[in-house]
């Protein structure tokens, strides 16, 4: 940890922070995309850095939703390894059934102070997103679009905006490594909303 990646992270986290309170969800998606355009590629820690910009499908106004989580589901814990951070484990507490897409597990971030993941694998993985899939949500990381939950029960609502689907630094460079998108939370459709791969990849 430097810095350095202290200032990106608080960056990182400050651009959800700007989409959570934009009630115009359309320039609210715009302002996300172009300042993490710049965050990527010109911050000191961008994984995209002097490279760029990075591409997007177009705003769809119908791919934002807000989606109770279905909790009363059988519990289920997935280690996964990543090179940097080691092994990486997540507990199941639900899912949510997004429209048009299908049913992703909504995972809990078992390390440290914890946080909520939901990664995303669909039909244009491989082709015109990356392989390994995209995330959705990492609050750990400050991807937060939002929430309202009942602290009494633990049952509530989730935010999911398909227009910011982002592909995960080792999308942009084999150096990294992330957790990827477990069976769960891979569907057969094509999610074609959010951040893509440029013509003949990243260089």
């Known amino acids: 940890m430097s810095l350095s990646l202290l200032d990106y992270r608080r960056r990182a986290a400050a651009l959800y922070a700007a989409y959570r309170e934009d009630i115009d969800h359309e320039r609210a998606v715009r302002e996300w995309r172009a ?35 279905e909790i009363d589901v059988e519990p289920r814990r997935l280690v996964l390894s990543t090179e940097q951070d080691g092994a990486v484990t997540l507990r199941r507490i639900g899912v949510l059934h997004v429209p048009e897409v299908g049913s992703l597990d909504v995972w809990w971030l078992e390390q440290y102070a914890g946080g909520i993941f939901v ?4 039909a244009t993985s491989g082709t015109t997103t990356y392989g390994g899939g995209r995330y959705l949500l990492d609050t750990a990381k400050g991807a937060d679009l939002g929430s309202d939950v009942d602290p009494a029960t633990g049952r509530g609502d989730l935010v999911v905006d398909l227009n910011l689907a982002y592909h ?8 990294w490594s992330c957790p990827l998108a477990p069976p769960g939370n891979t569907v057969a459709t094509g999610v074609t909303s959010g951040e893509r791969l440029p013509v003949g990849g990243w260089t």
């Open 35 to 69: 300042s993490r355009d710049r965050l990527l590629t010109g911050h000191a820690e961008g994984a995209l850095r002097g490279r760029g910009p990075v591409p997007y499908a177009p705003y769809d106004p119908g791919a934002r939703h807000v989606l109770t989580v």
């Open 119 to 122: 990664p995303l694998k669909d």
């Open 168 to 175: 995960p630094s080792c999308a942009y460079d084999a150096r």
